[in-house]
Nanobody, 127 residues
Framework: QVQLVESGGGLVQAGGSLRLSCAAS????????MGWFRQAPGKEREFVAA????????YYADFVKGRFTISRDNAKNTVYLQMNSLKPDDTAVYYC????????????????????WGQGTQVTVSS
């Protein structure tokens, strides 16, 4: 079973940027899609972005399109989330997850397409 460790969260002012990293160990990282989710206080976890095993076909939630970029480095077993133009509404705990398949599969319940999760990293955006 893969272990996922997120890092890079923190406190940033609105309009600022952060880059999250998720390092994987113990599993077949380069054969699975990877994704990012987030959960704000009092809200359900929601899908943010995902990327295929080869780095192709990134997919984004509408509310981050044009602001966030997902990427991966299979040589380093790491997936990234570059977050620009951050807003207070982006405040949440961000989780990375390993997909069940090599391609990105997004359904009405996207979290069911991912089977390994990190512990999360806090992102706080001040106004």
């Amino acid at each position: 079973q893969v272990q996922l460790v997120e890092s890079g969260g923190g406190l940033v002012q609105a309009g600022g940027s952060l880059r999250l990293s998720c390092a994987a160990s113990g599993g077949t990282f380069n054969r699975r899609a990877m994704g990012w989710f987030r959960q704000a206080p009092g809200k359900e976890r929601e899908f943010v972005a995902a990327i295929g095993s080869s780095g192709s076909n990134p997919y984004y939630a509408d509310f981050v399109k044009g602001r966030f970029t997902i990427s991966r480095d299979n040589a380093k077993n790491t997936v990234y989330l570059q977050m620009n133009s951050l807003k207070p509404d982006d405040t949440a705990v961000y989780y990375c997850a390993r997909g069940k398949y090599s391609i990105v599969v997004i359904t009405s319940t996207p979290d069911r397409e991912f089977d390994d999760w990190g512990q999360g990293t806090q992102v706080t955006v001040s106004s």
